[in-house]
């Protein structure tokens, strides 16, 4: 059809969506029990969004609900590949997929804890580090007492690893 009798005011926009977390192919969806929870929650936000979508505006209201499908879909991949790790099988001494890790990092006074998880739960303001950061995957295998080194250009950052919990 010749774009002479496309009526511009019928065009849908295509919605842009955020993509996720980077998961690159090939590589396990991992997550942890609370981590699919909080997918789950989130699909069950976007339904909730969408059937609350006003009614007034029949073109912006098709506009947001494509906007909501499209996440859903994202969503729903990652939910459907994800592969939730029980915790409690992890072993206590070492440090794996869900550890909780208490580290001296270089010379600080006070100890940090950070939870390795998967790439949808990640969020550092919580302490939490997705299993593909540089930083998990130094310390994974790794046991108490042991030290880690993330090498950045050429200085490094020496992790001592003081403790390991697998409870959250």
């Known amino acids: 059809m010749s774009r002479g009798f496309v009526n511009e005011d019928d065009q849908e926009e295509i919605p842009m969506v955020p993509p996720r977390a980077d998961l690159p192919v090939g590589v396990t969806n991992y997550v942890t029990p609370q981590g699919l929870d909080e997918l789950l929650a989130e699909k069950k936000t976007l339904h909730t969004e969408k059937e609350q979508l006003p009614k007034e505006n029949e073109k912006e209201r098709r506009i947001a609900s494509n906007l909501i499908s499209a996440k859903l879909q994202l969503l729903n991949g990652r939910i459907n590949s994800a592969k939730v790790v029980t915790l409690k099988e992890q072993p206590s001494d070492e440090i794996r997929f869900g550890a909780c890790v208490s580290l001296r990092i ?31 995957k130094i310390l994974i295998s790794k046991r108490v007492g042991d030290i880690a080194v993330l090498q950045l250009g050429k200085e490094e950052r020496i992790f001592e690893i003081k403790g390991i919990s697998y409870g959250g």
């Open 106 to 136: 270089g010379n600080a006074k006070s100890l940090q804890k950070f939870q390795i998880v998967g790439v949808d739960e990640a969020n550092i303001a919580k302490q939490k580090l997705s299993f593909l950061s540089p930083i998990a």
